[in-house]
């Protein structure tokens, strides 16, 4: 069974810093594209960064030089450590896998940029 298990998040004040992790499990992990997406009330999910199987990764551009997306193969886990964080970084982060013709979601973890 798949599973894509979020956790991390929580309320932050402007110009703070958290650490997102997703551990995996149920399928080929290092074979596998991981992102992280983020969803705002009223708004669409959009993509926030992207770490394919051999390490290389994109970023959307609202979050260049404040975000970084890892990921530790031996221990089936994505990390996106958030600096700098604004309050319009205030959205739901979900975990992305995307690789031999399927994609799974996990559940979303809430992150709050608010003083």
């Known amino acids: 069974q798949v599973q894509l298990v979020e956790s991390g998040g929580g309320l932050v004040q402007p110009g703070g810093s958290l650490r997102l992790s997703c551990a995996a499990s149920?399928?080929?992990?290092?074979?596998?594209?991981m992102s992280w997406y983020r969803q705002a009330p009223g708004k669409e999910r959009g993509l926030v960064a992207v770490?394919?199987?051999?390490?290389?990764?994109n970023y959307a551009e609202s979050v260049k030089g404040r975000f970084t997306i890892s990921r530790d193969n031996a221990k089936n886990t994505v990390y996106l450590q958030m600096n700098s964080l604004k309050p319009e970084d205030t959205a739901v982060y979900f975990c992305?896998?995307?690789?031999?013709?399927?994609?799974?979601w996990g559940q979303g973890t809430q992150v709050t940029v608010s003083s």
């Open positions: 770490i394919i199987s051999d390490g290389s990764t």
């Open positions: 149920g399928f080929t992990f290092s074979r596998y594209a």
């Open positions: 992305n896998a995307v690789g031999n013709r399927v994609a799974y």
